[in-house]
C-alpha cells in the first residue's frame, strides 16, 4: 500500500471515531453540500463546533469546501472513504482466509 493511501487510511478511521464528525459527515452525504450553520442546525451543536469538526474532515480529506456568495458551502469527498472501504475488504478476505484454516484444522480428523 503506498504511504499516501495508509495515511489516507488512518486520517479518516482517525477522523470517523468522533460521533459528532460522522454526524457532520452524513447531513452533508443527505444533503448534497450545506453551510456550517445548516450542519448546525441539523446536528444540534454549535456552528463554531460545527466549524472545528469540518476543519478537521477538511485535513482528512473527506470534506472540501468552495465559497458561494457570503456562504461556505461543505462537500463530501468520496476518496478517502473509498479508500478506507478497500482497505477494510482487503483486512477482512485476510481474516476470512485465516479462520477457513483454522477451521479446516479444527475439523481434521485425528486432531
Given at each position: 500500500m503506498p504511504p499516501r493511501t495508509g495515511a489516507t487510511v488512518t486520517?479518516?478511521?482517525t477522523c470517523l471515531a468522533d460521533e459528532s464528525?460522522?454526524?457532520?459527515l452524513e447531513v452533508l452525504v443527505q444533503s448534497g453540500r450545506?453551510?456550517?450553520?445548516?450542519?448546525?442546525?441539523?446536528?444540534?451543536?454549535?456552528?463554531?463546533g460545527v466549524a472545528?469538526?469540518?476543519?478537521l474532515l477538511t485535513e482528512a480529506g473527506l470534506v472540501?469546501?468552495?465559497?458561494?456568495?457570503?456562504e461556505v458551502l461543505y462537500?463530501?469527498?468520496?476518496?478517502?472513504?473509498?479508500?478506507?472501504?478497500?482497505w477494510l475488504d482487503r483486512s477482512a478476505a485476510?481474516?476470512?482466509?485465516?479462520?477457513?484454516?483454522?477451521?479446516?484444522?479444527?475439523?481434521k480428523p485425528g486432531t
Open positions: 486520517a479518516v478511521f464528525r460522522r454526524d457532520v450545506a453551510s456550517a450553520s445548516a450542519i448546525a442546525r441539523e446536528v444540534g451543536i454549535s456552528r463554531q472545528k469538526h469540518l476543519t472540501t469546501s468552495e465559497r458561494v456568495g457570503r462537500v463530501v469527498q468520496p476518496e478517502p472513504l473509498q479508500d478506507a472501504a478497500r485476510a481474516w476470512d482466509r485465516r479462520l477457513a484454516a483454522l477451521k479446516a484444522a479444527a475439523e
